[in-house]
């Protein structure tokens, strides 16, 4: 009988990883930072950190790493992407956000299950070889007959092994309706409460080290009803679960909100019960003093997308006044048909470039402000800042090792505006709940080849499917 005891002890001994002899910025409350320190991580949680050397005599050690020329921070989240996207890239490059859509639904219109999958893997890998350990994917067009969309992404997500918020999109304002999309690409409203109520029971996880969580998300005023608003609003809170929207994008967007509703996109927000702690606005560019007043007054929270913005020419979000106002705010990738690169580590420079564009100029972000937006700010809009975001003892052990020592960052003194400023820096090690997902610079979870193939095929097949219509 002795020998099962034994087993059984081994089995449920605590696993540890001790990263050492590494920068660190724990971003936590204080920012406080590590010239040269350590972090433990026993099983899929932060044991402890701190400076110099890692405590002696730790137990279940299984794996010791030497951390020189490396800066470790909190793994980034992601807080907006549309992941089918990743298929049609490339697409509509000289458009404004209007034009762009009515350009591309047709086609987004025509997905089906394999394609969607495929374009998750391919967004997924790309953000997580990246140093992404929470991702998110506002997912609205769900054409009939198209298969389960919501469960192939989930899929997609856990292979990839990151923490992620699918956010459930919906449509029921088609172009009959003076909406913005063809009617063919909406749902009716009775069937996308369903769908989206059924999705939550399916998949959502409340729980502390949750690995899936899903937000309930009308995509925009301009593809939605006022009622799918209201009542999409209703069955977040009585299933618990958060809000996700589109809001304040362009000035296209304010002028159909006056023109619709009477009233610009935050006060018509408001009146449909979606401004709150539990919600996410993605964008929130063209803010004036009230609505930024409206938002920091009711904990609502932004992902900025400063790429996409860009690209589609909507302008440059007021971020530094929505910080000063306290309105939580983190980083999104946005669907890789307006943001192609399709990662988040480089939003970093982009939020700290763009917004010294506007008016605050040099004193709009700086390094460490950036690195926050893609950190805990991110976990903040997500509703997980008691879990990640931040490393500090207790919090799940999401983390990455930027390697700062190779010809883009050597000559940088400081480890931060090395990743911020400077080129993108390789990730030797990303860990999401304790567990390696990237090693040297390489998804170890999934293949990247193969996905690139099978993103590439499914690609074309969506074009020869739109061509054919």
């Known amino acids: 009988m002795a020998a099962p005891a034994a087993h059984d002890s081994a089995v449920s001994a605590v696993e540890r990883i001790v990263i050492e002899n590494c920068a660190i910025a724990t971003v936590d409350a204080n920012d406080t930072e590590y010239a040269s320190g350590y972090v433990v991580v026993a099983d899929n949680r932060i044991e402890s950190i701190g400076a110099g050397q890692a405590p002696k005599g730790l137990e279940g050690v299984v794996r010791r790493i030497d951390g020189t020329g490396h800066l470790v921070t909190p793994g980034l989240i992601n807080t907006h992407h549309h992941f089918y996207q990743w298929i049609t890239r490339g697409l509509a490059t000289d458009h404004n956000l209007f034009n762009w859509l009515t350009a591309l639904y047709p086609t987004w219109a025509r997905i089906d299950e394999p394609m969607a999958y495929a374009a998750a893997q391919g967004s997924l890998a790309m953000m997580a070889r990246g140093g992404v350990t929470t991702a998110m994917d506002h997912h609205y067009v769900f054409p009939k007959g198209s298969g389960d969309l919501s469960s192939a992404i989930v899929r997609a997500a856990s292979e990839t092994g990151v923490r992620f918020t699918l956010a459930r999109g919906s449509m029921d304002r088609g172009t009959s309706d003076g909406g913005l999309p063809p009617d063919f690409a909406v749902e009716t409203l009775e069937g996308a409460l369903a769908a989206t109520e059924a999705t939550i029971d399916q998949h959502h996880d409340a729980s502390f080290d949750a690995m899936t969580q899903i937000a309930v998300a009308p995509c925009s005023p301009f593809s939605v009803t006022t009622e799918l608003m209201r009542q999409g609003a209703e069955l977040a809170r009585r299933k618990g679960v958060r809000l996700h929207t589109h809001g304040s994008e362009t000035v296209e967007e304010e002028q159909f909100c006056k023109e619709l509703f009477g009233m610009g996109p935050t006060d018509y927000f408001e009146s449909t019960g979606w401004l709150g702690e539990d919600v996410w606005m993605a964008h929130c560019v063209h803010m004036n003093d009230s609505d930024i007043a409206a938002f920091a007054r009711t904990g609502t929270g932004v992902a900025h997308c400063p790429s996409s913005n860009a690209r589609l020419a909507a302008g440059i979000a007021r971020v530094p006044d929505m910080l000063k106002a306290g309105v939580p705010v983190g980083l999104g990738v946005d669907g890789t048909a307006s943001n192609e690169s399709g990662e988040l580590h480089t939003e970093l420079r982009n939020a700290l470039l763009i917004n010294r564009l506007g008016p605050h100029r040099e004193a709009a972000l700086n390094a460490r402000q950036a690195l926050r937006l893609g950190t805990y700010g991110g976990a903040q809009v997500l509703g997980r800042a008691s879990q990640i975001g931040s490393l500090?003892?207790?919090?799940?052990?999401?983390?990455?090792?930027?390697?700062?020592?190779?010809?883009?960052?050597?000559?940088?003194?400081?480890?931060?505006?090395?990743?911020?400023?400077?080129?993108?820096?390789?990730?030797?090690?990303?860990?999401?709940?304790?567990?390696?997902?990237?090693?040297?610079?390489?998804?170890?979870?999934?293949?990247?080849?193969?996905?690139?193939?099978?993103?590439?095929?499914?690609?074309?097949?969506?074009?020869?499917?739109?061509?054919?219509?």
Do not use: C, Y
Request: glycine share 8%; proline share 4%.
């Open 392 to 469: 500090e003892a207790g919090k799940l052990a999401d983390l990455v090792m930027w390697k700062i020592d190779g010809i883009g960052h050597s000559t940088i003194a400081d480890p931060v505006t090395a990743i911020v400023f400077g080129a993108a820096a390789p990730v030797t090690l990303s860990l999401v709940n304790g567990k390696p997902v990237v090693e040297d610079t390489r998804l170890i979870t999934v293949d990247e080849d193969a996905i690139a193939r099978s993103a590439r095929g499914e690609a074309q097949r969506l074009a020869r499917s739109a061509a054919q219509a």
